[in-house]
């Protein structure tokens, strides 16, 4: 009995060395990443923007994809710029994550959804890019039930990154050889395609090191010469770019945007347009979405078109991107503090198909059952229709 004792104790003992170990060595990791990232927020917002990024290059490879995704959602909590550019550290892990994925498999994480699908946008890239089959990359998609479109969507990036060897940095080619390639590989390829249309931008901006220079006097130009059913997407994937090419000059670019003569286009980029100053403006108060608003309301104005369409996508990226913690309860506040009595009626529709569109049933269930009167109504009319 005595040496079955002394047995367990030196079992014990050895448990707890384990566990302290492990708790130390978890300690001492923390400590290592937090440093890291705290680093990169003594700099200007642009450089703290690309210090994060290679931030998580080294977290993802050293601590995982999980701890990277603990990372993200404990930054994205507590710092306004780093919520505003979620997307973009999302899609950083989804790149380095693509080297783990190599020597160890995939397994999906908790947070990979986060972040408007960052994560496969970059990780498909990276897999489609560096050997991995196109078709390889749909099976891969088509095992991940809550990210398969948005899966598919970093498949059009790697598409183009993987064409580049072939046809160069060379615009056309790069589209036509990818929107071939999505619809052999997806019996509904819209996502893919919006991928290639999204990778032709990546590469204005000069990512991973491969660059085209725009066309300063006419960027929409490769998107004029695709045939009709994809000009629209390829608008939509160069809004961005025309915005940093413009200095983010919002009425100047939003006439250029209303200049486009196709007017159903022209409309959807003026929406696009007013979702961009809340990624550069995060909110961490209502009186900041309000602010903001009556800034963006007034250069929509100015703008002289398509002034609905402008508010709504301002209203609409309030309840979209998660940079606005009131959501679309700070979303309907601007519309009623900030829309004419012209305007009104549209603004409040836009938050209400955007809830639909956005929200869980129950999270827009309850935002519905918050309005007042018949607005009570419209809202459950329009949740339903959107099949939330």
Known sequence: MFAKNNKLKAIIFVVMLLVAGFVLSQSHNNAQIESLMASCQTTSQSDAIECWQKAFTVIVPRYGVGEAFRVLEAYRQSNDLFRANCHVFAHAIGEAGFGV???????????MTSCGFGFYHGFMQEFVSHGGTSSDAKRLCATQSDGAVQCAHGVGHGIVYGSVARYGLAELPLIAGGIKECAAL?????????????GIALL????H????????????????????????????????????????DFQAIGRELAAIDNAEVARTLISHLAFIPIHKNPLSRREDALRLGERVFTDCRAIGVYVDACAGGFV????FTELAPGGASWAWDVCKALALPQELASCFTM????????????DAQAFCAGREGDMRKTCEQIVRKLDV
């Open 204 to 207: 204005y901006f000069g990512v």
């Open 316 to 319: 609409k990226s309030i309840v």
């Open 186 to 198: 997806f019996s509904d390829a819209y996502e893919c395609i919006n991928g290639v249309f999204g």
């Open 101 to 111: 994925f190599r020597s160890r498999g995939f397994t999906a994480k908790a947070g």
């Open 351 to 362: 938050v209400m198909e955007q809830v639909g569109y956005t929200y869980s049933k129950s």
């Open 209 to 248: 090191g491969l660059a085209i220079e725009p066309r300063k006097d006419d960027p929409f130009w490769a998107c004029r010469a695709q045939e009709e059913v994809y000009q629209k997407r390829c608008y939509d994937q160069m809004v961005p770019v025309v915005y940093g090419m413009r200095g983010g």
